[in-house]
Each structure stands twice: as C-alpha cells, then as structure tokens.
C-alpha cells in the first residue's frame, strides 16, 4: 500500500466538520485551509474517502507542489511527476485548473503547457511517438496560487454532493455537502426526530437520515477513479462491503417535513424513496404559521426563502417573523436556520445562541443556531 496527499475541497465554513470526518475516516495528518481539508492515507482510504465523507465536494489526489514565475518552470515541474505511475499507455488525461495572484495568469495557456509536459514524460516512457488516449479518463488538475503550483488529480468525476437520489430539484436548491453539514452542526443522531418547514426537495431530510442510519452518502454511485488500473476495483468493491455492513437498521429517527407547494412535498419524497429513506420521511403540505408542537429534544432545520428584490424581501421579512412566534412555542428544541438575510434575528425577535457563516454557492449566508 502507498501514502498520498489527499485534499478535499468544501463550502466555506465547514472545514472543521470535514476534519472531524475525515479523522473519523483514518486520515493522518490532517490540516486545514480555507474551503480545504488536506490529510494522508492509502489506497483504501481513497476509495472510503469517496464513499464517506458527507462536506467534501471531491476527492484529490495531490501529486506536486513547486514554484513557478514562468511557463518553463511550468514545464519542468510537471514533466519531473511520474506519470507513468498514474496514467496508463492509453488513458485519456484532460487538463484544467485556475490561476489567482500569479505571473502565470492564462489559465489556457497553462494548461496547455501541463498537457505537454505530461505528453513528453509519457512518449519517453512509452517509447511512442503519440498517445492515443482512448482509454479510462484520469482527470488531470492544477492549481496556482501566488507563483506556487500544485498538481493533483481528481479521484471523483462527479462533484460528491450528487449522491443520486436527487436528478430533479426545485427552484433554490441546496448542495448535498451544504445539507450535510448543517446536519452535523445540529448534531442529528440515530434517535433524532428532524423537522423541516420549508422542505423543498427534501435535502435537509433526506441527508439528516442519511447520517442518522449511518448510510455512506456515495453506496449508489461510481467513481472516477474505480476505472484507474492502478486502484484495484477490489478496494472498491470491499469498501461498499463495508459500508453496507456499517448501516444502522436499528435508528429511530425520523424526518417531518412540510411545504406549501404540493410538488415539492411529492418531490421531497420521491428523492427520499430514490435515496433509501422514504420509510424514514413523512411529508405533507402545511404553512409555517400552522406548525406543530414538537417533542421535547426534536431537531428543526430549515432553509426559509430569502428575497433578493424589496418586494420579495419584505414578504421574507415577514415570513420571519411568523417562524419567531409559532417556532419559539418550541422552548426545547433545536432549531437551525440558514438565510442570507443579515437581519433576521430582528424579525425572527431572537437572538441566535450561535452564529457560524455559511456560503450556500456564491451566496455568504448565516447559519442561526438556537440551542
């Protein structure tokens, strides 16, 4: 078994919800920077890290660090990596990347120099005069920042927050890793009961049960890096093994959800039945103002509609303001609230116990916590 540099990427605010994660996993080592957890590990951990890890949005493996002020620098940091150890004689290796803050500021004509160099190292090792690059796809990326290069490649094809149970959404969805994390900042557990007023597609749901009963978000799909000739597919096969083996069938919980709009509580549980947990999740339409009264020690998430123009703002605003009055009939519970409205504590009529900053996409939002 190898050691790699494994880096993750995620939503600005959840670095510490990553790191624990990825302790959890067996990584050694681990640091973090913004919007990135970096850790150590083998070829297993690669393949759990896809499999498990809730917040990040991929899966790299880091193969280079170097300076660079020029394209020649470029080159021959790149041509110095071993190639040959990754990619195979006929493996198609697509390049991209970004540049901030550097001397080397044409991302294209980066990633042509990258592409080059690999194509050198690997015509000399070959023996070839060209590379036919019909083979499995080994995702080949870059990053520079501040003249400093570093080299990677993307173990995951598809950003990890599509877990697949989610093909169709509604008009402001929230990213699985976001839902996620939110879930583990409200401390969802096996015996938790998660309520939701604004279910939408049922994300905030569906990947609170999913952390509940202990189902590894990526079980229902595949990964880039399952096709590599170099990562047996038996480590993969024997990580699903073990990540079936792990679920928790005996968890109590359960998810309340509600919305105003019948579509979306059709489609929050069609998403909940695609994700295994539909037994788990009850939906119905209702409005806000007509919100139960919880048990004691009950958990409610939300993601509240948040205008953009005055109008829609105010009716916002005043949405708010209902949740205040019917949500604090809820002295005992939990209640976590995530907006990009910098005044909703004034029209919800309550201070937050806890604050964290969120981004949801491009969008810096708060994270309400009442505890």
């Given amino acids: ?30 640091s973090c920077g913004d919007g990135r957890v ?8 690669i393949a759990k890290a896809n499999l498990w890890l809730r917040t990040a949005e991929r899966v790299q493996i880091v193969l280079a660090q170097f300076p ?51 194509v050198e190292r690997m015509k000399q090792h070959y023996r070839v005069g060209w590379l036919e690059e019909t083979g499995p796809v080994v995702q080949v ?42 879930a583990d900042l409200a401390r969802v557990r096996a015996d938790s009961y998660v309520y939701d007023p604004f279910c939408g597609s049922g994300t905030l749901l569906i990947e609170s049960a999913l952390k509940a009963l202990n189902i590894a978000p990526g079980i229902k799909r595949r990964f880039l890096a399952e096709r590599w000739g170099w990562l047996p597919l038996t480590i993969w096969n024997r990580a699903r093994e073990e ?16 919305d105003l709009d019948p579509a979306a509580v059709e489609l929050t549980q069609q998403n909940a039945s695609k994700a ?23 958990i409610i998430l939300c993601n509240p509609p948040y205008g953009e ?15 205040g009055r019917v949500l604090r009939q809820n002295p005992q519970t939990g209640c976590y609230v995530i907006t990009a ?31």
């Fill in 341 to 371: 409205d910098e005044d909703f504590e004034t029209y919800f009529g309550r201070k937050a116990s806890k604050r964290r900053k969120l981004y949801n996409g491009m969008l810096r939002c708060q994270l309400y916590m009442y505890f």
């Fill in 141 to 182: 990326q870059f990053a520079i920042l501040k003249n400093s290069v570093t080299v990677m490649l993307d173990t995951s094809g598809i950003g990890l927050h599509k877990r697949g149970y989610r093909r169709d959404a509604n008009a402001a969805p929230m990213k699985e890793t976001l839902a996620a994390g939110i």
């Fill in 68 to 118: 660079a002020k020029n394209f020649e620098e470029l080159f021959q940091g790149v041509r110095a990596i071993a190639w040959e150890e990754y990619v195979g004689k006929t493996d198609r290796f697509p390049v991209k990347g970004y540049s901030l803050h550097s001397a080397l500021h044409s991302v294209p004509d980066c990633q042509s120099i990258v592409k080059k160099a690999i």
């Fill in 243 to 258: 990540a079936l083996d792990s679920l928790n069938r005996d968890a109590r919980f359960e998810g309340i959800g509600f």
């Fill in 38 to 45: 970096t850790f150590y590990g083998d070829e297993n951990t």
């Fill in 276 to 298: 295994g947990v539909g037994k788990r999740i009850r939906v119905s339409c209702a409005d806000v103002k007509d919100f139960p009264r919880v048990e004691d020690k009950s």
């Fill in 309 to 323: 123009r005055m109008l829609e703002l105010r009716g916002a605003q005043a949405l708010y303001a209902v949740m």
């Fill in 1 to 30: 078994m190898g050691r790699y540099q494994i880096s993750c990427p995620c939503h600005f605010g959840l670095e510490s919800v990553l790191k624990f994660e990825t302790q959890r996993l067996g990584g050694e080592d681990i």
